[in-house]
Every structure is written in structure tokens, then in C-alpha cells.
């Protein structure tokens, strides 16, 4: 019986170090949507020229638990009086709870898995402010967050050479 015990006790040691891996919640942590020249915007023929920003960020917000955060800006103007159609901002956010994985390994599933988990969600988000903006559809194309996070590396390796 002593001898189940400590077997199961070091199993457990075991399963610690394993990789752990799950989306805990995903919630929008901001949101908005200006129409600064409504409604005039809605007068004029509409061909939009459209400008998008992404940027992710991560912190950790508890033992093994990260906060994942990708920032989506959308801001439309139309090509014909060049006037902002609108903005539409969205910070979609997921708490993810991660354990087991080298500094590099966390590192690149915080830069590239997790925001992959969440552009959908960030995508429908925006989608549904335009379309309540009384704008049309805006469906974003995919996003490869590989090789953004491959260009931040990089960017960050040519910093530092160029200190040295």
C-alpha cells in the first residue's frame, strides 16, 4: 500500500513537467467603433481605402496562466472626398494556461500560436461593428502570425547586433 502511494506521488512529479496546454477564456477586453462624419458619409459614393494595424502583446497574469491580447484597427476612409468612413478597434483577449515548455517554445506560442487561436474571434468582432455601423461587410483575409512573429525575431536580432 505504501509502495501505491509513492509511486502515484512521483507520477505526479511526472505530470508537472509534461506539457499543459488550454484556452481557459476568451473575452474582448476593448472595443470601438467612431463614425466621426456620419451622416454625410453615407451621401457620397462609397469606395473605401482601407488601413489595418495588428499588433499582439502577452503578459503573464498568474502561475502558468498568460493573458494574450491581439489588437485589431481598422480605419476606412473613402477615396472620394477622403474623409474617415470610420474606426473600428478591437482588442480581443484570451487567458491561456501553459506549463511545460522552454522559454523559446513559450515564447513563440504566446507570439504566434495563441494570437492564431484568437484573430477569428477579433475578425467576427470587427465584421459585426461595421455592419452595425450601417457600412459594408469588412472580412479581414487571414492573418499569418508565423511570420509575424519571424520578422519580430528577427527585428529584435539586428537590434542587438547593432549595439554590439
Known sequence: M???NNQAAQGGNDTQNQLQFSMQRIY??????ESP???SVFQNAFKPKVGLDLNTTSEQVGENLYEVVVKVTAQVTNNEDGATAFLAEVEQAGLF?????????LDH????FCPNMLFPYARECIDNLVNRG?????????????????QKKKRE??????VQ
Not at 134 to 150: D, G, I, R, W
Open 28 to 33: 474582448v477586453k476593448d472595443v470601438s467603433f
Open 134 to 150: 450601417s457600412f459594408p461587410p469588412l472580412m479581414l483575409s487571414p492573418v499569418n502570425f508565423e511570420a509575424m512573429y519571424a
Open 2 to 4: 505504501a509502495e501505491d
Open 97 to 105: 494556461r501553459i506549463a511545460g515548455l522552454s522559454d523559446d517554445q
Open 37 to 39: 462624419n456620419a451622416p
Open 157 to 162: 536580432s539586428e537590434a542587438a547586433e547593432n
Open 109 to 112: 506560442t504566446l507570439g504566434a
